[in-house]
Structures are given as C-alpha cells and as structure tokens.
C-alpha cells in the first residue's frame, strides 16, 4: 500500500473509535485540552505566572508522568520548591525551570510529541497532534491495554508519528473538528473501551 492509503486506512480506524464514543466519552475528550489550560490559568493566577510558562513546564516534565500529578509539580516549581519528579530525564526538569525562569517554550522544548502537547493545550495550532503510542494503536485497530496515564505506549518513529498526525487531521476534517479533539476523544474512548479482546473495526 502507498504511504497516502495507509493515511486513509489509519484515519478510518480512527474514525471508528471515534464514532463509538459516547456521549460521555465525546464530552471529556473534547474539553480536555481547554480543560487542561482552565487548569494552568488558575495556577498562574495564584503563582504571577503566565499560562504559557505553566503549560511549557507542565509540557516539559509530562514524558512518564501520570498526568494527574504534573499541575501540583508545577505549581511547586513555580514557587520554586525543591521537588523530585518522576519524568524520564532530569533534563527535564532543567528545561521545565528554563521556561519558568523566562524562556520561550518553542525555544526549549522538542520532540514532536511534546511540542505538539504545548501547543494543543495552548490551542495555538489547529493541525497539532498528540501522538502516542495509544494514538499509534488506534490508527493501527490494535487493541490492548492502556497501561496507566504516565504510560507512552510503544516507541513511535518519526515516520511513524508524522504519518499518523496526517491521519488524525484527516479524520478530523471529516467530521468537522479540531484535531486535537479527535486525538483526545478517540483516546478516552479507547481507554474506556479498550481490552486484550476487543475490536473497534475489521
């Protein structure tokens, strides 16, 4: 198959986790990146932060770290507390203080993952996709267990990730929402759904 029918072949399976959603699902997938930023304002409110610092910083320290966890981190750094983080790489850490002592965002962070994590939350790119390897499963119809929140899943390539970002925007446009809106709710809906025995599609 070419690299355009494999896309399509992704963005339909997409669409079927999608189109299983409920109502429920539907409704938590969609506000949880404007959801998240509701979060980071609050934060910065009581902080004298910015929301962009927060939200890199949060960013920055998310790889491996059960989501529920990362605002109180956060926060903690904002107020420039010494606290031990679980993430992958202290490098991390460095970074997450980087952009709460000023720095850009864009200009610490990097892998397409985490970049695309800023900017979902922030909203400021309607193309950007979060992708996993949850995200890479769903595209792919491979059911298994969602492993924890802090979990990535499967390593993604960066063939791997660019061609199924394409395939979430694909999905998205045909249903006439945001990308990171498909990402998100077909991700809850696969975490409600999903077990060794369960397929979604063909």
């Known amino acids: 198959m070419t690299n355009d029918q494999l896309t399509r072949l992704a963005a339909v399976n997409i669409l079927r986790v999608y189109h299983a959603a409920n109502d429920v699902e539907r409704e938590e997938g969609a506000n949880w990146y404007p959801g998240a930023l509701r979060l980071f304002q609050e934060i910065g409110a009581q902080a004298g932060r910015s929301v962009e610092m927060l939200v890199g910083a949060a960013a920055a320290i998310s790889p491996g770290v059960t989501w529920s966890l990362v605002p109180g981190y956060v926060a903690r750094l904002a107020r420039r507390e010494r606290v031990s983080i679980p993430t992958y790489s202290k490098l991390n850490v460095q970074k997450a203080r980087k952009i709460l002592r000023g720095a850009a965002p864009l200009d610490v962070l990097s892998g397409p993952k985490v970049i695309a994590f800023y900017l979902c939350i922030m909203g400021l790119d309607p193309n950007a996709v979060c992708v996993d390897g949850h995200a890479v499963r769903i595209a792919r119809n491979e059911p298994g267990v969602i492993r924890g929140e802090g979990s990535q899943g499967a390593r993604v390539t960066p063939r791997q990730y660019e061609q199924t970002a394409c395939a979430y925007r694909l999905a998205a446009g045909a249903e006439g929402v ?18 060794p025995n369960l397929q979604l599609g063909v």
């Open 178 to 195: 945001e990308a990171r809106a498909m990402q998100a709710i077909t991700w809850v809906t696969w975490r409600g759904k999903s077990s």
